[in-house]
């Protein structure tokens, strides 16, 4: 293969969208033009939407809805995911940035998406990225539930029409209590406005399901009458909060301010997003590809997030990831490759340019209308109950999540939910099984029943899981319980080997000193069933040099197995013959 053919090679493999088009026909440019152009008019309101619950001016959820889509497109392992802001990643950001004072959250957004880009791109660099795969998805569930209520609580204000207290250090709850308790009226222009939305929405999304319609563009339409509705009433005069004036212009190029003192406490808030933004897109781009039979690149996907976030931050965007809605619309309105997501950003970016000086008109109280519906869409309840049923370990992933995140802050529940994840699962890996067998009068070795007398002098035990730092506390057990049990006459104890895996230095140290005790009872250890990796584990610890060679039996083929050679030399020890009239045949059952 020449150089040249490798850099081509390397090209295709980092931006799979150059790679779609070597295959690429008119009819997938037919069909990606159509799902890109309908995703465009889901992605207006939406961006314009969730810019207003990260706490920054609407033309920068759009920014982000151009710029993040665009690259992330490019670079995305798969081929329907659709970037850009996104419910849960707006409200992370709401939260990180309400301790900035009010006339530097932008910048604080803009650096924020630096930092979140930045820490992705560490952690592709790092080949980190299959480690998603140990977080539960528990965490997202949880994290999702606790999102939508905040999002509802916190949407209250601009439905109801009235004025945020609260101090910007105190958690939603506070917020939203000390909002609702201020003894001012509901502004009830405002509240008809907002009730209104959120019945046209629902009626729209009940009548394209009732047509079997799925691309009707139900947010656009609703914003769009809403928006006439407001210029023809004269709604401003009458005190409904409007957008305002959203500057009919591009994003340009600015390089975000990391001469900043708010760098080191965004930081936190940062691994925070990039974590949930990580598990947000993986999470999306594996139910797609479950559908699609698509091949993903777990750390290209990690590789698309990082390059989308750090490339939005240099156009004025805040942190994104995969959107749940605007993905599925994509998947569903035939999206064949990534191109339909760049097609998508361009729509955006002339929708934007043509019709960006009609949009102060919007109420915002339909744009809180619009969040809350999205809220309740926001959470798989389905999905929700399953995880509640499943198990305790899952039900307790979510409940303490989805509590951290009303109850503390939204970014601290996502470390939350990651550190519990860890911690639950490191004890249930570390449950390494221990089983005792016995050799039967027939020569049968099967494992022992209770009220069944092992032999008087061997011992057999097995063990099965990973024998790693996370197993030492249930291995000293099972050696504790071995060693208990040996008596005056036992002369040989094996340890069946062969289920072990990824041994480390806690696990062979243990298997060393409980070895070293054995012996020096005058007890000889066989170990059978050794495979490879142990094999090399005993060769690197210096077991095998304190070991005798001949105790040490491999595995081997199922018909000869390595269990039967240790147990018949176990009797050879002894100088008793394997069963009473002297006879060699053994058979092995588990």
């Not at 440019?29 to 810019?51: E, F, H, I, S």
């Not at 590809?289 to 976030?309: F, P, W």
């Not at 035939?334 to 097609?343: D, K, P």
């Not at 595995?555 to 390595?562: G, Y």
């Amino acid at each position: 293969m020449t150089s040249r053919e490798k850099t081509g090679g390397a090209l295709y493999r980092y931006v799979p969208a150059l790679d779609s088009l070597r295959g690429y026909r008119f009819s997938h440019l037919r069909a990606d033009l159509v799902a890109g152009l309908t995703v465009a008019t889901v992605a207006v309101p939406q961006a314009m939407a969730y810019a207003i619950v990260a706490g920054v001016p609407p033309e920068y959820g759009l920014y982000t809805a151009i710029v993040m889509t665009a690259v992330g497109a490019i670079f995305d392992s798969s081929r329907q995911l659709i970037n850009g802001p996104t419910n849960a990643i707006s409200i992370a950001v709401l939260s990180a940035i309400a301790i900035i004072p009010p006339e530097d959250r932008i910048q604080a957004a803009i650096l924020l998406a630096f930092l979140v880009g930045t820490l992705q791109l560490g952690i592709t660099l790092a080949k980190l990225g299959d480690l998603t795969r140990y977080i539960s998805h528990s965490v997202i569930v949880g994290f999702t539930l606790g999102a939508s209520l905040l999002l509802v609580l916190d949407q209250m204000k601009n439905l109801l029409g009235l004025r945020g207290m609260g101090g910007v250090h105190d958690p939603f709850l506070v917020r939203f209590w000390a909002t609702m308790t201020q003894g001012v009226s509901p502004h009830w222009p405002t509240v008809q406005v907002g009730l209104g939305s959120i019945a046209l929405v629902v009626a729209l999304r009940w009548f394209k399901k009732k047509i079997g319609f799925k691309l009707l563009p139900d947010l656009l339409i609703t914003v769009a009458i809403m928006a006439v509705a407001s210029a023809w009433l004269g709604l401003e005069s009458q005190h409904v909060k409007v957008v305002g004036e959203i500057p009919a212009k591009l994003p340009t190029f600015v390089l975000p301010n990391l001469d900043t003192p708010y760098l080191r406490q965004l930081s936190y808030s940062a691994l925070a997003i990039a974590t949930l933004g990580l598990l947000e897109a993986i999470s999306m781009a594996k139910a797609i590809a479950a559908q699609t039979r698509q091949r993903l690149d777990m750390n290209q996907q990690c590789l698309s997030e990082g390059l989308a976030n750090l490339a939005g931050s240099c156009f004025q965007c805040i942190p994104g990831s995969g959107s749940l809605t605007r993905s599925t619309i994509n998947q569903q309105a035939g999206g064949q490759t990534q191109w339909s997501g760049v097609i998508s950003a361009f729509a955006v970016a002339a929708i934007v340019l043509a019709f960006a000086p009609y949009a102060k008109f919007i109420p915002q109280a339909t744009m809180a209308g619009i969040l809350m519906v999205s809220s309740w869409y926001m959470v798989d309840w389905k999905r929700l109950a399953y995880h509640l049923r499943a198990s305790r370990f899952d039900a307790v992933l979510v409940g303490v999540t989805a509590v951290a995140a009303i109850g503390i802050s939204i970014e601290f529940c996502v470390l939350v939910g990651v550190f519990m994840s860890f911690l639950l699962t490191v004890p249930r890996a570390g449950n390494m099984l221990f089983t005792e067998f016995i050799v039967s009068s027939d020569g049968v070795i099967h494992e022992r029943h209770e009220g069944e007398l092992p032999h008087p002098q061997i011992l057999i035990f097995g063990f099965e899981g990973e024998m790693f730092f996370g197993a030492a506390g249930a291995l000293e057990n099972h050696f504790d319980t071995i060693e208990s049990r040996i008596g005056p006459d036992t002369k040989v104890l094996v340890l069946r080997m062969k289920r072990v895996r990824n041994p480390d230095a806690v696990g062979m140290y243990l298997l060393d000193e409980h070895i070293q005790r054995i012996e020096a009872r005058g007890v000889h250890v066989l170990l059978v069933g050794v495979r490879s990796d142990l094999e090399d584990a005993l060769k690197r610890t210096g077991i095998t040099d304190r070991l005798n060679s001949k105790h040490i039996f491999h595995e081997q083929p199922v018909r000869h197995t390595s269990t039967q050679m240790g147990v018949r030399y176990a009797f050879e020890l002894i100088g008793t013959p394997l069963t009473p009239d002297g006879d060699q045949t053994m058979h092995y059952m588990i």
